[in-house]
């Protein structure tokens, strides 16, 4: 017992040392104490290992502090240089690259995006839709589906090439720019696009062509040779350190970055040019990437690698956040304010992603007073499923994999009870039943037979538009553990006689 009190007074002192530090040189004369509280007890009370936060305003950065460890085992300390993976934050960088390719004419938004493909396409479950551009892609407007799949360091399988990928998921399941899903895939695609035009691959473009003209220095896709020792490790639930692994979309989810270089990008796309950057692209580039293109959801709207979204009080935001395994992070823009506001942190919570909110609320009251009020806020409950008469019966077809077709069906009654046949499995319930804007959705038991999904046991996952006396959508794969996954393909589903009654 004596021991462990010694273990845990030590390593008390260490977390303190860690977090301590970072008091040293702290620009901001107390403005942003109760944020800095709200960090220290999630550090100290909800075992997150580091967290790193960054504000600019007016062209000037205000605040940038870290706090905790980049890598606990090594007793590595976050600095505002410690480079995170920034999951999903990657991809208003990727759109960049896009648009400084597309300023230069080689590639034109409009176009058909089979164009940049080479041998590989894009390819419609109905042959009559028009072709998917590049803006469709950019916007999660194309039709493409659900999708990721993550490679860990520790397990035999390694991700295929992208004509591969694109082969077995690019299946288009709406018409090109009718419908907003949102798909990881996509920016996989525009990443790919990337390397293809400009002849210098993905990874080696953004670093010489975007990265380094902005001055963003502790920036790469993956971790870039000679930054080893500076990437934060990403941890899990139970805060051991998660093997390293890649994606099959890396535009989507790769790229690592710092707190103090991605303010600076923040900083950019708002037009303020911070010291020693060099402007990729122009203002009205930028202007473009950030006016809304698809509508997500009531004031919500995507536009080229940004959400868009009008608050109550009148405030566009433009934002980015990233989760994964090990990943929190989010870069929120609010131009009128001339305010940019980043947090990364190495595990997934959920808390993390208040701190941002309470940073930009101390900075303008307005929105904080929002904010707060929408926390406060009793949580609506879901009304419970009631199918429209449309819905009601059996409906029959199949699933379409890249491997072959197998057939499945639903029973959905009057009480909102839905049955799941699978050819070869048993029947199953589908669970979290929704029916919004003609789609239904919901999760339940079973298998897809593919080579790809059998690396690990999953469940299903069902989205299926409702149109006439037909169903068509997807139905994903997915494994939360890993090796994670979100693997679609589609399904097409008619509805049929109901059986005489016995």
């Known amino acids: 017992m004596r021991c462990k009190k010694f273990y845990a007074a030590a390593f008390a002192a260490l977390l303190g040392a860690a977090c301590g530090a970072a008091f040293a040189d702290v620009p901001?004369?107390?403005?942003?104490?109760?944020?800095?509280?709200?960090?220290?007890?999630?550090?100290?009370?909800?075992?997150?290992?580091?967290?790193?936060?960054?504000?600019?305003?007016?062209?000037?950065?205000?605040?940038?502090?870290?706090?905790?460890?980049?890598?606990?085992?090594?007793?590595?300390?976050?600095?505002?240089?410690t480079m995170y993976s920034i999951a999903s934050t990657s991809k208003p960088l990727t759109a960049t690259g896009l648009m400084v390719l597309a300023e230069r004419r080689k590639i034109e938004l409009d176009k058909d995006v089979n164009t940049y493909l080479g041998g590989a396409r894009l390819t419609p479950v109905d042959p009559s839709w028009p072709a998917p551009t590049v803006k469709h892609?950019?916007?999660?407007?194309?039709?493409?589906?659900?999708?990721?799949?993550?490679?860990?360091?520790?397990?035999?399988?390694?991700?295929?090439?992208?004509?591969?990928?694109?082969?077995?998921?690019?299946?288009?399941?709406?018409?090109?720019?009718?419908?907003?899903?949102?798909?990881?895939?996509?920016?996989?695609?525009?990443?790919?696009?990337?390397?293809?035009?400009?002849?210098?691959?993905?990874?080696?473009?953004?670093?010489?062509?975007?990265?380094?003209?902005?001055?963003?220095?502790?920036?790469?896709?993956?971790?870039?040779?000679?930054?080893?020792?500076?990437?934060?490790?990403?941890?899990?639930?139970?805060?051991?350190?998660?093997?390293?692994?890649?994606?099959?979309?890396?535009?989507?989810?790769?790229?690592?970055?710092?707190?103090?270089?991605?303010?600076?990008?923040?900083?950019?796309?708002?037009?303020?040019?911070p010291a020693g950057a060099k402007a990729v692209l122009s203002d009205a580039t930028i202007d473009l990437m950030q006016d809304p293109k698809a509508t997500t959801a009531p004031q919500r709207n995507y536009g080229l690698g940004w959400v868009i979204h009008e608050d109550d009080c009148g405030y566009k935001t433009i934002v980015h956040g990233g989760g994964m395994p090990g990943v929190s992070t989010d870069l929120k823009l609010l131009p009128t304010e001339d305010l940019a506001v980043v947090m990364l942190c190495n595990i997934s919570n959920s808390k993390a992603y208040t701190i941002k909110e309470e940073i930009i609320g101390t900075l303008v009251p307005k929105y904080g007073e929002k904010y707060r009020a929408k926390m406060?806020?009793?949580?609506?409950?879901?009304?419970?499923?009631?199918?429209?008469?449309?819905?009601?019966?059996?409906?029959?077809?199949?699933?379409?994999?890249?491997?072959g077709i197998q057939s499945a069906g639903l029973s959905i009654r009057e009480n909102g009870e839905v049955k799941v046949t699978m050819f070869g499995q048993m029947s199953t319930l589908l669970n979290m039943v929704e029916f919004k804007d003609d789609i239904l959705?919901?999760?339940?038991?079973?298998?897809?037979?593919?080579?790809?999904?059998?690396?690990?046991?999953h469940y299903l996952m069902f989205g299926v538009h409702l149109e006439g006396d037909t169903?068509?959508?997807?139905?994903?794969?997915?494994?939360?553990?890993?090796?994670?996954?979100?693997?679609?393909?589609?399904?097409?589903?008619?509805?049929?006689?109901?059986?005489?009654?016995?």
């Open 28 to 81: 901001d004369n107390g403005r942003f104490a109760k944020a800095r509280a709200m960090i220290l007890d999630l550090i100290q009370n909800a075992n997150v290992p580091s967290i790193s936060v960054a504000v600019a305003q007016h062209g000037k950065i205000l605040w940038e502090e870290s706090f905790g460890w980049a890598d606990r085992e090594r007793l590595i300390k976050a600095t505002p240089d």
């Open 137 to 273: 892609v950019m916007n999660h407007t194309a039709g493409l589906p659900l999708h990721y799949q993550f490679f860990y360091e520790n397990e035999p399988y390694r991700r295929p090439a992208m004509e591969e990928t694109i082969r077995r998921y690019g299946i288009l399941l709406r018409r090109p720019g009718e419908f907003y899903f949102y798909s990881n895939l996509g920016f996989g695609i525009i990443d790919f696009i990337i390397g293809r035009v400009s002849g210098r691959g993905y990874a080696d473009f953004m670093r010489t062509d975007v990265f380094l003209p902005l001055g963003m220095t502790r920036t790469s896709v993956g971790i870039g040779p000679g930054l080893e020792g500076f990437a934060a490790r990403r941890y899990d639930e139970k805060q051991l350190p998660i093997p390293f692994y890649t994606f099959d979309h890396d535009g989507a989810s790769a790229i690592f970055t710092s707190a103090h270089d991605l303010i600076r990008f923040g900083m950019f796309q708002l037009k303020d040019h």
């Open 376 to 403: 406060q806020a009793p949580p609506v409950a879901p009304a419970p499923f009631t199918p429209p008469a449309a819905l009601v019966g059996e409906w029959r077809g199949g699933i379409h994999t890249y491997s």
């Open 441 to 457: 959705q919901g999760a339940c038991y079973g298998t897809i037979k593919t080579e790809d999904a059998a690396r690990a046991p």
């Open 471 to 502: 169903l068509t959508g997807l139905v994903a794969a997915m494994a939360d553990t890993p090796p994670a996954f979100a693997l679609s393909s589609w399904i097409q589903l008619k509805k049929v006689a109901a059986p005489p009654a016995r």
